[in-house]
């Protein structure tokens, strides 16, 4: 329950994608428990509207996932003007399914916005998360990286192609992010704590945008679909758990207890024996370096 949300006075949170679905709701939530939030959104527009809805201490600012300049500019501006960060909710996510489409820098669509673009910005504030009392980071999963896999030969899905397919790589990308992310603060004994959850099928926007190239029969299926989600205030609740709850462990993940956690209540549950593959980690890691030039830890 959101009641159970600790106070945030006095803390800064980021949420990336926070004009809309899950982002918003999170959003909405840690500034209605007292946060300074930062709405770090691809839609100026869109972002003041939900800025004036959610009301409280919040701030709006562009990031665009897709860019990696985007993403600098963003971190170095609010690196600057927030010395200290309290939270990062690595929130945004992209799922179109449709043709292959690329990032400003030639990435796959979804693992160039969903986990390299993350992967990024947690990366230039890191420092500014080190700095805090308490800090945390939240990766978003979904229950689709369980049935996921990476082939590093092609991340970039460049061969035979499918979108549904392409999401849930990057979906897997993010959960071994998250995880190999608490291995490496651990090490170095940082106080930033790496935690990850999914919200299990919840109806936000994601899922009629997806669906948006399929033409009337993709717009029946998404309405359809919808049908059997649960609502996206509820599905936003494992992502909050996982923001505030006291005394977390890095490494927890956390996601809905129902059959297949596809809804219900705040559980933890376990990722995929890759996504939890330390081996896997420390080679997306140091891919994720190399295609972002945000080398860190």
């Known amino acids: 329950m959101t009641t159970n949300i600790p106070d945030q006075h006095g803390r800064v949170a980021v949420v990336t994608g ?14 209605r428990a007292g946060a ?78 969903n986990m390299l673009g993350h992967f990024a910005l947690t990366g230039l504030l890191l420092d500014n998360l080190a ?45 071994v992010f998250g995880l190999e992310l608490d291995r490496r603060l651990r090490v170095i004994g940082s106080p930033v704590v790496s935690v990850l959850a999914h919200p299990g099928l919840s109806r936000t926007n994601l899922t009629p945008r997806a669906w948006q190239d399929r033409g009337l029969p993709g717009r029946i299926l998404a309405h359809a679909g919808l049908l059997v989600t649960q609502p996206v205030e509820r599905g936003a609740l494992p992502q909050l758990h996982a923001a505030t709850a006291p005394a977390l462990r890095g490494g927890e993940f956390f996601g809905p ?37 945000v080398d860190y830890l």
Do not use: C, Q
Request: glycine share 8%.
């Open 131 to 175: 700095a805090a009392r308490a800090p945390r980071v939240v990766n978003l999963s979904s229950v689709t990286h369980k049935n996921a896999h990476l082939d590093f030969d092609d991340l970039m899905s460049r061969r035979d192609y499918n979108a549904a397919r392409a999401y849930g790589v990057s979906k897997l990308a993010s959960t």
């Open 257 to 293: 207890s129902g059959f297949l956690e596809l809804r219900g209540r705040v559980t933890e549950v376990r990722p995929s024996t890759e996504a939890a593959d330390p081996t896997v980690g420390k080679r997306l890691w140091s891919v994720a370096a190399n295609l972002t030039g």
């Open 18 to 31: 926070a004009n809309s679905g899950l982002g918003l709701i999170t959003a909405t939530e840690l500034a």
């Open 36 to 113: 300074h939030v930062v709405l770090a959104v691809r839609d100026g527009t869109a972002g003041d509207e939900a800025a004036r809805n959610i009301g409280g201490d919040v701030e709006v600012r562009k990031l665009d996932l897709a860019s990696l300049a985007s993403v600098r500019a963003f971190a170095a501006k609010l690196a600057a003007d927030h010395p200290t960060i309290d939270l990062l909710v690595n929130n945004a996510g992209v799922v179109l399914l449709g043709k292959r489409r690329t990032t400003a820098d030639g990435f796959e669509l979804h693992l160039g916005t």
